[in-house]
């Protein structure tokens, strides 16, 4: 049984986990109404711009007009998975993991390259049996667009030199504080998605489609359009994710709160009950003492 002391320590080790907890919830609630923001103010531009692409694309020569419109045989697949680079998050990360997995399983994996994205993904790949063409870590707390132009022109540069057929993103999609849906969505070739790809949401919202004029001509308007367009979609990707990541660490970090202050509690009657049966004893012990002097006396 354990002792008061034993007791008193476990105690004083759940309120100073607690506090952690109740900081970390903090940081990333002011970290998440940041996040929050930038990922709802950008997705009616994401999306514009994808509405604005495909009709372009439907009216011009479509595969001929631009090379990242080119379709192949999908022997050669790269697949971007995008993490955090911190734990702490509840199933965050092992849920974006789990999904890539089952997408390797569903393809061939010797023609499956990856490019990791967070420490998370890094670690958990760098433990398997997997081709990883690159790696990046250490910028999801600063994200900034030119993070999502280096990854963006790294996949171009690939997809373009004709390395890969395909080019996947698996992210978390931000929902709520509590939910985060894990999404695989084709990058390149763009156009139609593929069929059984997970779309996001707001990606499926039907629209109607207007009427351009183009000057001075699609074919020109897509040479710049297209790759800022991938550069666009990579940078949601991962402001999603990092909205997802700390909602996802704020839920975690409250209920980590909650069940310390119930362990606190259960800890505290066991050290009350504990406290009592030692009083009790040693109460007992002084009447017995008393009890035997006084028949030692009268004796």
């Given at each position: 049984m354990p002792t008061l002391r034993d007791i008193k320590r476990r105690i004083r080790s759940v309120e100073s986990t607690q506090k952690i907890t109740k900081a970390m919830k903090l940081v990333a609630a002011a970290k998440f109404r940041r996040a929050q923001e930038r990922i709802?103010?950008?997705?009616?531009?994401?999306?514009?711009m994808g509405e604005l692409v495909d009709g372009l694309v439907a009216r011009t020569a479509g595969e001929?007009?631009?090379?990242?419109?080119?379709?192949?045989?999908?022997?050669?697949?790269?697949?971007?998975?995008?993490?955090?680079?911190k734990g702490l998050c509840g199933a965050f990360n092992s849920n974006i993991l789990r999904e890539s997995l089952r997408f390797l399983r569903d393809v061939e994996e010797a023609s499956v390259t990856l490019v990791v994205v967070g420490k998370k993904?890094?670690?958990?790949?760098?433990?398997?049996?997997?081709?990883?063409?690159?790696?990046?870590?250490?910028?999801?707390?600063?994200?900034?667009?030119?993070?999502?132009?280096?990854?963006?022109?790294?996949?171009?540069?690939?997809?373009?030199?004709?390395?890969?057929?395909?080019?996947?993103?698996m992210y978390n999609e931000f929902r709520s504080?509590?939910?985060?849906?894990?999404?695989?969505?084709?990058?390149?070739?763009?156009?139609?998605?593929?069929?059984?790809?997970?779309?996001?949401?707001?990606?499926?919202?039907?629209?109607?489609?207007?009427?351009?004029?183009y000057e001075p001509g699609p074919e020109s308007i897509l040479a710049s359009l297209l790759p800022r367009h991938v550069t666009i979609q990579v940078y949601r990707a991962l402001m999603e994710s990092v909205a997802g990541e700390y909602g996802a660490r704020m839920t975690a970090m409250e209920s980590a709160s909650k069940n310390a202050r119930e362990m606190i509690n259960l800890l505290t009657i066991q050290f009350n009950?504990?406290?009592?049966?030692?009083?009790?004893?040693?109460?007992?012990?002084?009447?017995?003492?008393?009890?035997?002097?006084?028949?030692?006396?009268?004796?």
């Open positions: 709802i103010e950008a997705r009616p531009y994401a999306t514009k001929e007009a631009h090379p990242l419109l080119a379709s192949r045989s999908t022997s050669r697949k790269r697949l971007v998975v995008i993490t955090a680079d993904a890094r670690d958990f790949y760098r433990r398997r049996q997997f081709t990883v063409k690159s790696e990046m870590i250490g910028f999801i707390d600063r994200l900034t667009y030119s993070h999502a132009q280096e990854l963006a022109n790294g996949l171009m540069q690939d997809f373009l030199g004709d390395e890969v057929d395909e080019v996947h993103l504080v509590a939910v985060q849906r894990p999404v695989r969505k084709q990058l390149l070739p763009l156009g139609a998605a593929e069929d059984g790809e997970e779309e996001s949401e707001s990606d499926t919202e039907a629209g109607t489609q207007e009427e351009y004029i009950k504990a406290r009592q049966e030692r009083i009790t004893k040693e109460l007992l012990d002084i009447v017995g003492g008393a009890e035997a002097l006084r028949q030692s006396v009268e004796a």
